[in-house]
């Protein structure tokens, strides 16, 4: 088992670019596009990355945003005069109760206690405020084949259901749950024609043909898809 989480690996930087997540900025611009968030509320980049989602808010003329991320390296690079980010663990916020009109967590959440950080997501955002989530879900949520060899979203993904109902346990209302799979195809042939396979790739990022073989039957045992949930925090 590997110890650096997928995103940071090489391989995948390479292939995702700045945003880290399959689609590039497609699904934050669906997001946006969706929830309309005006210029002055506040919004929150929970797992903000290099900053990608950042630099779109700030063109969109969003300027009360904040960005979170526990991987300083990231951060750093976020890190200028027009953005404010902050290195911060997702289960424990270090943000006043209902402060934040709209949260953005975009491939990130898989990566986190889900129901802690869903439960501080909650605390934050103010009553009716916005919930928006793109992440990994897994068609095959309890296959015993399932056993990733990297830290990766794909570890942490369930099914479609389970990510529903983790949502509105935590005080939501999910309005919107939609399937993008068809990213996370255009990722993986693009990973497929860069290293020869899918299990080229596996092989690039651990350098390990047993882990490799382990991430290919990881894969074909859970059929992952991309997912984005928009929901509103329930009103006290």
């Known amino acids: 088992m ?5 995103y940071q690996e090489t391989a995948v930087r390479q292939g995702l670019g700045c945003s880290l997540r399959p689609g590039g900025d ?4 669906r997001i946006l596009e969706l929830t309309r968030p005006d210029a002055h509320q506040t919004v929150l980049d929970a797992g903000c990355g290099p900053g990608a989602t950042l630099g779109l808010l700030r063109a969109r003329g969003l300027h009360n945003c904040l960005g979170l991320d526990r991987d300083w390296p990231f951060l750093s690079e976020a890190k200028n005069d027009t953005l404010t980010v902050l290195q911060a663990d997702l289960s424990r916020l270090p943000l006043a109760d209902q402060k934040i009109d709209m949260v953005l967590c975009e491939c990130a959440w898989n990566l986190t206690p889900q129901k802690n950080v869903l439960a501080e997501f909650c ?9 928006a989530i793109t ?3 897994a068609r095959r949520f309890e296959s015993v084949e399932a056993s990733w ?3 990766c979203c794909f570890a ?4 479609l259901e389970t990510v529903r109902s983790r949502v509105v346990d935590a005080g939501f209302t999910v309005t919107l749950l939609e399937d993008h799979s068809r990213l996370l195809r255009e990722t993986a042939a693009y990973f497929v024609f860069t290293h020869g396979s899918l299990h080229g790739f596996w092989l690039a990022v651990t350098g390990s043909t047993e882990l490799a073989d ?3 039957k990881a894969s074909q045992a859970t059929k992952p898809g991309l997912f984005l949930l928009i929901a509103k925090r329930n009103p006290l």
């Open 214 to 216: 382990q991430a290919c």
């Open 149 to 151: 060899p990297v830290p």
């Open 135 to 137: 992440d990994i879900f």
């Open 26 to 29: 497609y699904l934050t611009r």
């Open 156 to 159: 942490g993904a369930t099914d």
């Open 2 to 6: 590997m110890t650096i989480p997928l």
């Open 123 to 131: 605390r934050v955002l103010r009553p009716h405020g916005i919930l």
